[in-house]
């Protein structure tokens, strides 16, 4: 998977879970709502697995992912002999 954007919807009950799974994107301080990282974005490739199970753990489902529309950014090259 590659991701492209992750959100929080509205109704996160700060049980701090997406932050134990993956601490360098989500981000619940006491009380409030989780809030994405700024610099989350640079983690997206490297910790995809830690947030799509925090995504899929979360317990009121309001952690968003959306995938990049690109599979591969190189176009594969077709062999010309
Ligand atoms: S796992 Fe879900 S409910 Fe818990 S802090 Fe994260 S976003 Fe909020």
Redesign the pocket.
Known sequence: MKIYRVW?DEG????????DYCPEV?L?QDGE??IIHEEAARYYLQKAEDIQL?SE????E??KIEESPIEDPCPKNEATT
């Open positions: 929080i996160c009950i700060s049980c701090s879970l997406c932050q989500f619940v709502d989780c925090a753990d979360c317990p009121v309001v952690i």
